[in-house]
C-alpha cells in the first residue's frame, strides 16, 4: 500500500459504557480507586491474557478454510475479549475511572493527525502525524491532577 490521502469524518459520540461495566465484574478481583503501579505478576497476567486473544484474533482473520459467518464470530469474540481483558487492566491501574478521559484525550490527540479530514498513510497504512498539526496526548494531567481530585 503506496502513501495515500483520504478524507474522513470525524464525528464520534459513543460513550464508554464497556469499562463500567468491567468495573462492577471486575471489583471483586483486583481494582484500584486511584491511579497506581500494580504488581509485576498481575500486570504480566493482563499481558499474558492480551497476547492469547490477539493470537485468537490473528487466527480468526488468517482462517480462510472456516465459513465467513463462523470468521466473523471468532472475530467479534476475540475484539471483545481484547475489549473487557484492557478495560479490566485500567481498573486493576486505577484507570478505570478515568479511562474515558483518556479515551477522549488520545482521541483528541489523533485528530490533530487528521487536520480538515485528510489522512496521509504510509505505505502499511498507517496514520502518519504531520508535524505541523500534531499534537500528542497529555495523558499525565488526566492521571496525576494538579488538584488531586482523581
Known sequence: MKNQINKVSTEWNQPIAEAQKVMECHAPVVSNAKPTLIHRDTGMLYFHMLNE??????????????????????????LIDLTYIINGALDAYGLGKVSEELFNEVHRSNLTKIPNGNVILNEDGKVQKPKDTYEAPNLSAIIFPKNGSN
Not at 58 to 77: F, G, N, T
Open 53 to 78: 486473544e490477539l493470537n485468537e484474533f490473528r487466527a480468526a482473520v488468517q482462517d480462510e478454510e472456516s465459513d465467513k459467518e463462523a470468521r466473523l464470530i471468532e472475530v467479534a469474540d476475540a
